[in-house]
């Protein structure tokens, strides 16, 4: 059974409808509409999917939600840490309180979802988490996202790494996936001037789309990544080209 936060998101559902032909789906969200909209629209292409509004800054939701998921649906095998908020705000504009809040939710919120699951994974052992970072976490931000989310996004990444390290000894992995900037979400509004600017960054000279970021967080949930943990895919048209 596979977890995604964020599901009611363009890139959480595209990668819930990537999941969706191995694995029975619990989808989170703090919109409980558009979480439910996903679902259906899974369930409309013959998936088993159940929606579940959350916020994953409360651990005590967070855990009540774990409990009745695996109650409802059986044990969490895997976990894709998606939600997330951005910031744009310059450092000299950027509130103490959009700060918290951002961090709340990009980091914390990853740290929260990943401790309601790991403890079974552990104790049963097996399972993946997949983490959604961003190119911002190791370039600095740059384009869309400023310090607040760029800080966030880098955090994933060492924790991606620390608990990778830590669970890696009871058969369980933990990964991330480095998205570049995508159609839709955050881009949906820019100028087509701003549009440019960002492209002429992209090798590819394009946008990514979400299905591509979701099939890489797919093959990181699945058997065929069975021997890689710790690792992050860029998954952004060749900007990092690390």
């Not at 744009?88 to 939710?105: D, F, G, H, N, Y």
């Not at 996936?177 to 090798?203: D, F, N, Q, W, Y």
Request: net charge negative; charged share 15%.
């Amino acid at each position: 059974m596979a977890l995604v936060t964020g599901a009611g998101g363009h890139l959480g559902g595209a990668i819930a409808h990537a999941l969706a032909a191995g694995h029975v789906l619990a989808l989170g969200d703090l919109d409980d509409a558009a979480c439910a909209a996903t679902a259906a629209r899974l369930r409309m292409a013959g998936a088993e999917a159940v929606a579940h509004g959350v916020d994953v800054t409360d651990a005590e939701a967070v855990a009540s939600l774990i409990a009745q998921i695996e109650h409802d649906l059986g044990p969490v095998d895997v976990l894709v840490n998606n939600a997330g908020i951005v910031s744009t705000a310059p450092i000299e504009e950027l509130t103490l309180a959009e700060w918290q809040r951002v961090i709340s939710v990009d980091l914390t919120g990853y740290y929260v979802c990943t401790r309601a699951v790991i403890v079974g994974m552990i104790a049963r052992r097996r399972g993946a988490v997949v983490n959604v970072s961003s190119v911002a976490g190791k370039r600095g931000g740059g384009f869309l996202g400023t310090s607040a989310y760029a800080a966030a996004k880098a955090g994933v990444l060492g924790f991606t790494k620390a608990v990778a390290r830590e669970v890696a000894p009871h058969g369980v992995r933990s990964n991330a996936v480095a998205p570049g900037p995508l159609e839709g979400g955050m881009t949906a509004g820019i100028s087509p001037a701003a549009r440019e600017r960002l492209l002429a960054h992209v090798p590819l000279a394009r946008l990514g789309r979400p299905e591509e970021v979701a099939a890489a967080v797919a093959f990181l949930a699945g058997d065929a990544a069975a021997w890689i943990t710790g690792e992050t895919i860029n998954v952004d048209g060749g900007i990092l080209m690390e």
